[in-house]
């Protein structure tokens, strides 16, 4: 039987997960990953709720353009949406914005 990857068998039954390489060559550089992985897990979890809050909000606002007979989209404020990405972040930022936007409206 192989073993996958980054897991050590013990017996038959178990299998226990190591934790991953932090590619340090010292044990303290390896305690500093460690706990600046974990900064960015939590980062990371509340960069998720966000993302999925911005989604609720821009379905409200959508539900609400439809119910009042409008279009479901619109361009010109997904324009300042993707100047605001870029004006803060660049070139990866307009391409971020593009992401939340399909994530909030769907793919057009
Ligand atoms: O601000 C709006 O009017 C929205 O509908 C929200 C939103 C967005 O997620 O930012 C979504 C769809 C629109 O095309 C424009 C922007």
């Known amino acids: 039987m192989t073993t996958p990857n980054n897991t050590a068998r013990t017996t038959p039954t178990t299998t226990v997960t190591a934790a ?20 960015i897990d939590d980062l990371d979890g509340r960069i998720i709720g966000l993302v999925q ?4 909000v821009s379905a409200v606002i959508q539900r609400e353009r439809i119910a009042s007979g409008g279009p479901r989209l619109n361009l010109s404020r997904e324009m300042e949406v993707l100047a605001h990405y870029s004006d803060q972040l660049g070139r990866s930022g307009t391409a971020l914005a593009m992401t939340l936007l399909e994530l909030s409206r769907g793919r057009v």
């Open 53 to 56: 809050e911005r989604m609720a």
């Open 20 to 39: 991953p390489d932090s590619g340090a060559h010292a044990p303290e550089g390896a305690e500093a990953i460690r706990d600046a992985r974990h900064r």
